[in-house]
Every structure is written in C-alpha cells, then in structure tokens.
C-alpha cells in the first residue's frame, strides 16, 4: 500500500527530510481517517508512527519548523484515539504532550 512506499522511500533516502514529512503527514491523515471511523486501534498505531517519524525529523533537521507545528494536533489526536480505546492514562500523557508542545510552538512562534 501507499504507506508501504512511503516508508521504502525513506528508508532508501535517510538524509532526504522531505520524504520523511510527507510519510510522516501520510501516517497523520490516515490516523486522523481512522479514527473518524471509529478504527481506534488504528488510528492509535498511524499517529503514533507520524509522532515518531516527526521526532526523527527534529533530530536530524531541528530547524524544520514543520515538525514542531505538526506535533501538538498528532498528540491531540492521539489523545482521543487512546480515551476511546480505554487507555486513559496514555490519553493524558499525550493531552500533556500536545499541550507542551503547543505551548513551546508558541513561546519561540512569538519571536
């Protein structure tokens, strides 16, 4: 599938930061997908994928304003795929993150 090829391309291009946004934002729209259908289990796993593949992105471009700008609404997100499935404390610690995250977004936004 498309995700199959998106994480080829990354792996054949590790140095390449675009090819890690766009699967990163791929991994994101279909999390966001599934949990509007209610495929929490889903959902959890492709948000989770798109926060680590964004945490990956940091390390090896910190200058790419994009993955901080993506991290507070992959976290949210994340957040309610978890209180769905029942994991309440993992919700909170991803509200908590999404909330940090926004919260440094907007610190160094202002500058």
Known sequence: DASDRYAQLVENHPGAPGYRAWYAVFLFRRGHNDLNRGMYENAEES???????????????????????????????????????????????????????????????ND
């Open 47 to 109: 948000l989770s994928e798109s926060i680590e593949q964004w945490k990956r992105l940091m390390k090896t471009h910190p200058k790419d304003e994009i993955s901080w700008d993506a991290l507070p609404v992959c976290f949210e997100k994340l957040s309610h795929a978890q209180h769905r499935l029942g994991k309440f404390a993992e919700s909170e610690e991803s509200m908590e993150k999404a909330v940090a995250s926004q919260a440094y977004l907007d610190m160094f936004s």
